[in-house]
T-cell receptor
Framework: AQSVTQPDIHITVSEGASLELRCNYSYGATPYLFWYVQSPGQGLQLLLKYFSGDTLVQGIKGFEAEFKRSQSSFNLRKPSVHWSDAAEYFCAVGNRFSGGYNKLIFGAGTRLAVHP | EPEVTQTPSHQVTQMGQEVILRCVPISNHLYFYWYRQILGQKVEFLVSFYNNEISEKSEIFDDQFSVERPDGSNFTLKIRSTKLEDSAMYFC??????????FGSGTRLTVV
């Protein structure tokens, strides 16, 4: 069965420090991979997605993620964190069924706190 | 940028009442979805909908839930007899077949 694991429930970093949020997935074929960000009480905003091709994906707000098939990972990175990045981050895996639709399986999320 | 619109943003209902959550997907999208997020927990798939029928539903999506696309633009989720455990944020999403989702901003449902 498909699954997504985000090993870190909470992470705290200082403003200006680098960030890496981990995501591991279990899926039989090449998945579609996504990172979403959610501020408190808000909806889900897509940061970036991987479908195929270059395994290093650039997203919005200065985020990037690297797909590593051998490690079944899709870690999210940012070189310098801003206080406004404090939020919850969700990794998700999707698969395209023969019917064309795309069901997402989400990880449990990583809550990021940023110290000034 | 096109958006998925959900109304209302917050709904409070009494246990046992019926609620309808409304969504307007992006106009050229063909696939529609509902997800649920209980407070503090992960986002969970409820149902996908294409060509006026359900493509897949999760175990959560039992007989008290139903979806409908009544008029070609709206996509609704109905909960027939709400329970306390239905309190959650409900997200609507739409997609084209090969492109990632767009989520709405959610409806927070509180059952009292």
């Amino acid at each position: 069965a498909q699954s997504v694991t985000q090993p870190d429930i909470h992470i705290t970093v200082s403003e200006g420090a680098s960030l890496e949020l981990r995501c591991n997935y279990s899926y039989g074929a090449t998945p579609y991979l996504f990172w979403y960000v959610q501020s408190p009480g808000q909806g889900l905003q897509l940061l970036l997605k991987y479908f195929s091709g270059d395994t290093l994906v650039q997203g919005i707000k200065g985020f990037e993620a690297e797909f590593k098939r051998s490690q079944s990972s899709f870690n999210l990175r940012k070189p310098s964190v801003h206080w406004s990045d404090a939020a919850e981050y969700f990794c998700a895996v999707g698969n395209r069924f023969s019917g064309g639709y795309n069901k997402l399986i989400f990880g449990a999320g990583t809550r990021l706190a940023v110290h000034p | 940028e096109p958006e998925v619109t959900q109304t209302p943003s917050h709904q409070v209902t009494q246990m046992g009442q019926e609620v309808i959550l409304r969504c307007v997907p992006i106009s050229n999208h063909l696939y529609f979805y509902w997800y649920r997020q209980i407070l503090g927990q992960k986002v969970e798939f409820l149902v996908s909908f294409y060509n006026n029928e359900i493509s897949e539903k999760s175990e959560i999506f039992d007989d008290q839930f139903s979806v409908e696309r009544p008029d070609g633009s709206n996509f609704t989720l109905k909960i027939r007899s709400t329970k306390l455990e239905d309190s959650a944020m409900y997200f609507c999403a739409s997609s084209e077949a090969s492109i990632g989702y767009t989520f709405g901003s959610g409806t927070r449902l509180t059952v009292v």
